[in-house]
C-alpha cells in the first residue's frame, strides 16, 4: 500500500508558538485512499461494525466520566490555557461521546467521518483530514495574521490576528481544533489525503501516532 511504512512528519512552528506553548506539536501524514467508493458514502461493513462496537463501550458512566481519563483532560487543560472553556467549546472526544449519549449511538456520516471518529474514539486523539492536492509543502501551526483568509478558495472568510491556525508554508488552512479552510476539504472522490493530528502536553507521542496511523490503515485498505 503506497505510503504505508512512511512515519508521520513533525510539523513546524513559529517562534511564538514554540515560547509559549511548548508542548504544542503537530504530526501528519499523506494517505492514498484505496477503500472504493465515496468518501462521504456509506461505509464498508467492517467500518459500521467498529462503529457498532463502540457504541456498546461509550455508554452510561463511561461517556459522564470520559473528560477524567488522561488523554480527554489534556486536551481539557489544554483548552482551558488557550481561553476556551472545555465546558462550551468542547473537545473533540466530549463533543463526539455527548452526541452518541443524545443520539443513542455513533451513526455513520460517510466513511472519511467514522473512520476519523473511530481513531478519536479509541485513543482520545481527534485527526483531521485534508485534501492533499491542496496543500503547499509542510505543515505547521501560527498565529494568523490579520485579515488573512482561512483557506486559498473565493469563500474563504477573513481572519483576525493572533488566532492559532494549522498552516501550510503560504496559507492558514484549518483553525486550531476548529474548522478547516475553505478549499481544502476532501471531497467525495478525493483519493489522497493529508491526516493531521495535534499533541498537547500529557498526551504522549503514542497515541497520536496511533490515531493517524489507524486513519491510514483503514483509508488504504482496498
Known amino acids: 500500500m503506497s505510503g504505508a511504512q512512511a512515519p508521520p512528519t513533525l510539523g513546524w512552528r513559529a ?18 485512499v484505496e477503500r472504493k467508493g465515496s468518501l462521504t458514502g456509506s461505509s464498508a461493513p467492517d467500518v459500521q461494525g467498529q462503529l457498532r462496537e463502540l457504541s456498546n463501550r461509550f455508554r452510561g458512566a463511561r461517556g459522564v466520566s470520559i473528560r477524567r481519563e488522561p488523554v480527554p483532560s489534556a486536551y481539557r487543560v489544554f483548552f482551558r490555557h488557550i481561553g476556551l472553556d472545555p465546558d462550551t467549546e468542547r473537545t473533540p472526544i466530549e463533543a463526539a461521546v455527548l452526541e452518541r449519549m443524545l443520539r443513542g449511538a455513533f451513526f455513520s456520516d460517510g466513511l472519511l467521518a467514522d473512520v476519523l471518529l473511530i481513531a478519536l ?4 486523539v481527534p485527526v483531521w483530514a485534508l485534501d492533499a492536492g491542496s496543500v503547499r509543502g509542510q505543515l505547521g501551526i501560527r498565529p494568523s495574521r490579520d485579515g488573512e483568509s482561512l483557506g486559498r478558495s473565493p469563500r474563504a472568510f477573513a481572519l483576525p490576528a493572533g488566532r492559532l491556525v494549522i498552516a501550510d508554508e503560504f496559507a492558514a488552512v484549518a483553525m486550531l481544533f476548529g474548522e478547516l479552510g475553505a478549499g481544502h476539504e476532501p471531497k467525495a472522490r478525493t483519493r489522497r489525503l493529508t491526516l493531521f493530528a495535534v499533541q498537547v502536553a500529557g498526551v504522549p507521542t503514542i497515541y497520536i501516532e496511533e490515531a493517524l496511523w489507524a486513519c491510514r490503515a483503514s483509508l488504504e485498505q482496498p
Open 121 to 124: 474514539l479509541d485513543t482520545g
Open 15 to 32: 517562534l511564538e508558538v514554540e515560547e509559549e506553548l511548548p508542548a504544542l506539536r503537530l504530526m501528519s501524514v499523506e494517505v492514498d
